[in-house]
């Protein structure tokens, strides 16, 4: 793709670097607006600008002041559109990785999970608009980024499109360009926008060695440790500045740890009528069509999380007029993981009435506060509680990349780019270690729910700080092993601009270019363990165990059971490696096997125009797109291809391929217009496409055979097509002064939604304990085509005060729905951001608060969820202890915010789901540089 008209600009901040200072100083001028600046020059003129703005090195832009000036001179400077971050910003924030950063923007919504996980600590999705991250297109250097997900519901069950920003430090970054508004060369995927990611090339530092290094550490408050964090780089280029080298490096560990309660499996109705009464509703005929939670569970998750990996580029300058370049990029983030769940049982006593006590309570339909008493004596068959543990070693993801581009000046009028790469991105889950086991109770069981905004107080009785009462009978080892899922993709470029001397139509360059790319995402193998061998012989069971910290109470902010105990990660693998069953055959769990190919080949053809206070494009982008998709199933569908394949003990199945293509002409349009120097508008037409999610097209069916719910797939499933509109108007009333305001709307075409199917699949527990096959019916939330609808204003102030200080602050109103008035996932109405910052020579200081109201998060099971309103401050600080050496400080949730998720059902309304607490974060660092 042709970036032609940031080229000055880009190598004006592209020798950023880690310590977030720049070296040389240049007094060429910055690229003017107005007139001047948009007025049709000669192709001579145009062709010596772009061989100047190669050859320039860095301007002094040091500091937020500048780079914030910088920021605004590329956004004003644009035909489209845009909002830009410099890295200069990024080394300024407090920011980890390029979401954090990103969030500060107008538009633009963070998430911090991708499943049905829950949210932690750290930024993890980007979506514009208010849309779902899928609908946002991430890009590096222009090109796709293959990327991976280290929780396995993310690698086997809601498999998107989003990028995992987990994955990309803010410390590769030259600069981020995000695209609220499409351009034919733009490549498609994006349906929201795009985001566009530029890293450090070697030839635009200042000087002919630079190296850099940040050194420190990460205080996490919950786990109450610090790990070491560490960032370098080193540049190298000749004299003549046609050969450089640069290579950078990143090591950064960091503790996690998420207290938090949920509400697992939703709420069951309670019943006296049909083949299978419920005696608590007999016996208490009020409570008849009521519902209650299904389990309330602790839930205590532990992590050590490291990102490793780093990148080199090659520059190279054969000629004047050519320039290749080498670019290879590499980040893993090894996330072991430990997950416990001390739950109460519900569902295994409340239907049977067992010792309901007089003064329960029904709000809104749902049984909020109850008592019961403990079983009868001599009751065998009655577990409370039931307690999952889960441990992950070896999860795991990566992002790679390698690339090589070329730009070729072929003559004074003509230029061509090329670029051909491949990417992959990978999530591991090597290993889970399970142990699910029931236990007895002998002092009864009472909850009391606080609604949406505070956790459910609850108890459990007896002695949950050690391992007595466990009642083996009614517990379970699960947990699949083995996936490696890979998402790869090899891609070839072409682009050229054909620069006019004038035209009397006012056509100032023509851009054109093709593009095809050979995509894959997969997962082959999946071994879903289950119990072998005397399992649930209780002598058999770990001797040692340990107990939730004894602040986890408190710090989640609820009255629940006392500290539980558990298991140690190594005590659970030694236990799953005697008496589990792993054999790859029989153990094969085709339900989690898939494939999507997509071969895609694009063409386009931009037209820019420049008059005397106006700038405009125009054109259009063919797509051609041709689908292999594979799944297993267990009926035969009209895509079977082989079966039923026998021999797994999750049942026979069915092999299937569907295979088809579709092919469309996104249109586009932007248009500037400068009403004086400081003040312009933009308007802006076009239509995005974004393809659907992996899962949605080869979804596997993931089932609760407790609830006899799940998830699953739907191969047909067509494109989204965006019909978009945007208005702005800008007025720069000083060097680092806007106010800004923006309409869009955006007419979604085949947008994708959830709906229930009853579906028949073998209940794999009961045919275990029953030693015959069961099939029962699960009701199955799968994909559907719908349209949808989703507009929004967006407003923006950045105010310079004096010579050090500065207030910016954003708003963004987003109402979305799809057909019959269901919810658009990642829809927050009202988001805002305000921040202010203070930096003289020696000190810097910036401090952030982020809000975003609540949205639809997806479905789990059958349920759909939401994510509550959540904000987040955050702070950071900076010394110049000398010319080289800097000490900083951020400080991320500063507020301990509590991430608060609920469901919404027609018969009981809305309904708490989930509450999780991550802590706050110190980081400190000293950062040197020559």
Request: proline share 5%.
């Amino acid at each position: 793709m042709s970036h032609r008209k940031t080229l000055l600009s880009a190598s004006i901040i592209a020798g950023l670097c880690l310590s977030g200072s720049l070296y040389a100083a240049d007094n060429t001028p910055a690229p003017q607006s107005g007139p001047a600046a948009s007025g049709q020059d000669t192709a001579a003129q145009t062709a010596a600008d772009r061989a100047k703005a190669k050859e320039l090195g860095t301007v002094t832009v040091v500091g937020i002041r500048d780079s914030e000036a910088e920021s605004l001179n590329l956004k004003k400077a644009a035909d489209s559109h845009i909002e830009v971050i410099t890295a200069e910003d990024i080394g300024k924030l407090p920011a980890k990785n390029v979401a954090d950063t990103l969030q500060r923007l107008p538009g633009i919504n963070i998430s911090s999970s991708s499943a049905s996980e829950g949210g932690f600590d750290e930024n993890d999705r980007v979506s514009l608009r208010g849309t779902n991250p899928s609908m946002t297109q991430t890009l590096v250097n222009g090109h796709t980024v293959g990327t991976g997900d280290w929780f396995v519901l993310s690698q086997v069950q809601t498999v998107g499109r989003s990028v995992s920003y987990s994955l990309l430090p803010s410390e590769i970054v030259s600069e981020v360009v995000v695209h609220k508004t499409s351009e034919a060369k733009l490549q498609e995927g994006g349906s929201a926008g795009t985001v566009d990611i530029t890293t450090r090339k070697p030839l635009e530092f200042a000087k002919p060695f630079t190296a850099q290094a940040s050194v420190g550490g990460v205080y996490s408050d919950l786990p109450s440790n610090t790990k070491p964090q560490f960032n370098g780089l080193v540049n190298w280029k000749n004299n003549d500045n046609s050969f450089g080298v640069m290579v950078q490096g990143f090591y950064e560990k960091r503790s996690l740890q998420r207290d938090g309660q949920e509400i697992v499996g939703g709420y069951n109705q309670l019943t006296n009528q049909g083949p299978t009464p419920n005696q608590i509703a007999i016996d208490h005929p009020d409570l008849n069509g009521v519902y209650y939670p299904n389990l309330i569970g602790q839930t205590l998750f532990t992590q050590t999380r490291t990102r490793k990996g780093g990148t080199v580029d090659i520059e190279w300058k054969p000629l004047d007029n050519l320039t290749l370049n080498l670019n290879s990029f590499y980040s893993k983030l090894e996330a072991d993981n430990f997950n416990r769940n001390y739950m109460l049982w519900t569902s295994q006593f409340v239907g049977r009435g067992l010792g309901l006590q007089p003064g329960y309570q029904v709000k809104g339909n749902v049984l909020t506060n109850a008592t019961f008493a403990p079983p009868p004596a001599g009751t065998t068959d009655t577990p409370y509680g039931v307690y999952d543990q889960i441990s992950r070693p070896g999860a795991s993801s990566s992002s790679a990349f390698t690339t090589l581009d070329a730009e070729w000046r072929a003559t004074d009028h003509l230029t061509f780019t090329g670029q051909v790469g491949t990417t992959e991105g990978k999530g591991n889950s090597d290993e889970q270690n399970v142990s699910e086991l029931g236990f007895a109770n002998n002092a009864g069981a009472s909850w009391n729910m606080r609604g949406t905004g505070k956790p459910t107080n609850w108890s459990v009785g007896g002695d949950n700080t050690t391992p007595s009462g466990i009642m083996p009978s009614f517990g379970w080892i699960f947990g699949d092993q083995d996936i490696h899922v890979k998402d790869k993709e090899n891609f070839f470029q072409a682009d050229g601009e054909y620069a006019f001397d004038s035209s009397p139509i006012s056509l100032s360059t023509l851009d054109f270019g093709i593009r095809y790319s050979d995509h894959t995402r997969e997962n082959k193998t999946d071994i879903g363990q289950g119990p072998t061998g005397d399992w649930q012989n209780p002598a058999n069971y770990p001797t040692s165990w340990k107990n939730y910290p004894g602040s986890f109470n408190s710090d989640l902010g609820v009255n629940g059971p006392g500290p539980a105990w558990y298991y140690s990660p190594g005590d659970l693998a030694a236990f799953n490696a005697q008496y589990t069953n792993r054999d790859p055959v029989t153990r094969f769990n085709w339900q989690n096997i898939y494939k999507v190919n997509e071969k895609d080949t694009a063409a386009y053809l931009q037209a820019n125009f420049s008059g005397e206070r106006w700038s405009a494009n125009a054109g259009f982008r063919y797509v051609y797109t041709k689908e292999d998709i594979n799944y297993n199933s267990s009926a035969v569908s009209n895509y079977t291809v082989a079966g039923p394949i026998t021999g797994s003990a999750f049942g026979d199945y069915y092999a299937n391929t569907y295979k088809h293509s579709y092919d469309k002409l996104l249109p586009s349009f932007n248009f500037k217009f400068n009403l004086t120097d400081d003040l312009l508008a933009r308007f802006a037409a076009s239509q995005t496409m974004t393809r659907p999610d992996y899962s949605a097209l080869a979804g596997s069916y993931s089932l609760d055979d407790l609830t006899h719910t799940g998830t699953g797939g739907n191969p047909q499933l067509k494109p989204l097509i965006s019909t978009n509109f945007d208005a702005a108007l800008e007025w720069y009333f000083a060097p680092r002064g806007l106010v800004s305001a923006g309409v869009y709307d955006m007419q979604l075409s085949d947008y994708i939604n959830f709906g229930n199917q009853n579906i028949q699949f073998k209940d794999q527990q009961a045919s275990t304990n029953q030693g015959r096959d069961v099939f029962a019916t699960y009701q199955v939330s799968v994909p559907t085509n719908v349209d949808g609808h989703v507009k929004g204003v967006e407003l923006n102030y950045i105010q310079p005060i004096g010579d050090y200080f500065g207030v910016q602050t954003n708003y963004t109103y987003a109402s979305g729905s799809a057909e019959d008035g269901k919810p658009l996932q990642g829809t927050s109405k009202n988001t805002f951001n305000v921040s202010g910052y203070f930096e003289n020579q020696m000190f810097n200081a910036r401090i952030s608060y982020t809000y975003r109201s609540s949205f639809y998060a997806g479905v789990s099971r059958t349920d759909t969820f939401y994510q509550d309103g959540i904000g987040n401050l955050a702070a950071s600080f900076g010394y110049n202890i000398n010319s080289w050496m800097s000490l900083t400080l951020d400080a991320m949730n500063l507020n301990n915010p509590k991430l608060k998720y609920y469901t919404v059902k027609p018969e009981i309304g809305k309904q708490p789901y989930a509450f999780y607490v991550n802590g706050r974060q110190y980081y400190v660092n000293l950062r040197f540089k020559i």
